[in-house]
């Protein structure tokens, strides 16, 4: 789950990061009054989960209060990638002297969070990884100590000459680590971790994402999520427990797991059709799943034909037959509907669905070339 | 022959009182696996009862479970919160693989839990897996058994349904398997593609291997580089994911495009790079098997 940069920072202010101060507007008025409030410059960032707010004209500087309001006129509202901007961050304009990077992720080849510092800051790591490899310092961390005294010394060290910056840089990085483990984060990072005319050292950009499997411990931060980016399927999708992906395509997919689900999708492409959705079912043959699933596919008006793919195996396919034609019974579809089943039981579920007046198959190129066909006609 | 698993596997269930504990654990004593224990705390001298009414005991603990049955691999479908936990206690007790089951574990747990588990010299087998089955001798897991047969292929996949579909489709033509290994489908996991090729190259009765892979992460990439420098036995492989878009978890934690790296594409070049035959659609797994051992 992403959190904007507002609620990152409010994660950052509770390990202690130099954060600057900022409030959150989602109105032209309370923009020019937080601007007024802080007096002077400042900046109008639009709150979006979307990179590139700043190419997207979604981030500002204002020299007074009466420019905030302007700019958060033209900012709110604003498309920014797909997403409408609905908040603006209102904060005073720092002067700064140089931009670093500072960053922590989990990484799959250490197997633990691993922290990537540059000096080359204020640009995106991914390029600065691609063009200048060694302006980055990497370190990952032991899950058994933690980050280690010396090891924040050690990356500080790498972004600064200065002995009064490094040393607040060693705070930082450490303080970074605690906000990252006490939020249940996956990723974090500050860029830039700027440096000012006065010698001091802040973040004025904070991103982070918490990993999902954290959000019940962290009731917390599992309530900064912002619905209002998320298609309304997908919400219904998260509350019924199933894992769903709108996709652009007219094929509507219904799978059991989340591999033979990416599986069927490719095979849709395969089969020259473009796939609706990525849809987890899961192992159960309960009907109310079904239902919820046949809901949140039909709810996209794109949605031309709906293709099942059940694999049986501990679940016996006589059982997810039964539930599906439950299911279906239970709901009006206007779309065709192929349902293909294997494993365990098969022919049983074959007969079962084939009373029910469905079009069953065993194969799974077989159903899906149907389906894509169903989906052009 | 088999991997990791066999017929003198001793299995300690943890979780075994649980809903899905339960139900796994008879369908694994049905098959004919050793289960001489359960954990539940709490639950310390009452005994799980299973599809023949064979009596397993139960344990408050590991390191009472291993001491008294002499278990040498664990099995964990405790929830997620304690999962992390139940693989550290798992270690500690001295069994020589733990396969988790549970989906969800917070991944700075998982973290945690393999560097502890490499310090012990002790193999994880997932999270978030199906387990393993060398068919005939042991199943630790969720994998169905009516699917599998005796047989001369190695099957490894991040997947379960997945691998399932390509199981029964071996089985279906008579290529029977001599282990098929679930690695799970999360970023952290103990044991990746390059432990089961190396385990199925060394395995005499293993005489061609299924590797099954998707998106997010070079686990598949460099398994590639290891099969062309290390491996004399033909592999065929096939990846999920190919209409993925970036940036989206693909249900499983692990399936996620990062930028431009980790995209189906990518790792079916290195397959074909690495002289790994690339099945187009999981239909064609069969046939690529069928000619590399002609």
Redesign the interface.
Known sequence: MDIHEYQAKERFIGAGLPVPPGEVATTADEAEAIASKYGGAVMVKAQVHAGGRGKAGGVKYCKDAAEAREHASNILGMDIKGLTVEKVLVTPAEDIESEAYVGVLVDRSTQSATFMVSPEGGMDIEEVAEKQPEAIRRLAVDPRYGLLPHQAYWLANFLYADKGHVKQATKVVSQLYDAFVDSGASMTEINPLITTPEGDIKAIDAKMSIDDNELFRRPEVAAMRDTSSEPPSEIKAREAGLSYVKLDGNVGCCVNGAGLAMATMDLVKYYGGEPANFLDIGGSSNPDKVVAALEIITSDPNVKAILFNIFGGITRCDDVANGIVEATQRIDIQVPIVIRLTGTNEEKALEILEEAGFSAYTSMDDVVEKAVQLAQD | MSIFIDSDTKLVVQGITGRDGS??TS?MIEYGTQVVAGVTPGKGGQSFEGPDGEKVPIYNGMDQAVAETGANTSVIYVP??FAGGAILEAADAGVDLVVAITE?????DM??A???AR?KGVRVLGPNCPGLISPGKSKVG???A??VAEGPIGVV?????????AV?QLTNVGLGQTTCVGIG?D??IGTNFIDCLEAFENDPETTAVVM?G??G???EQEAAEYVSQNMSKPVVG?I??????PG????????IIS?SAGT?EEKMKAFEDNGIAVA????DIVGLIQEALA
């Open positions: 139900f796994h369908q997620p919160a969800g574990i917070p991944v700075l973290a945690r393999h560097a502890f310090d969720i994998l169905p009516q699917i996949s991040r997947s379960g349904t997945l691998t399932y579909e029964f489908g970023p952290l099954i998707e998106i992460g070079t686990d096939f999920a994911g190919q209409t993925a878009p989206r978890r693909m249900g499983h934690a692990g399936a930028g189906a187009k659609r999981p239909a």
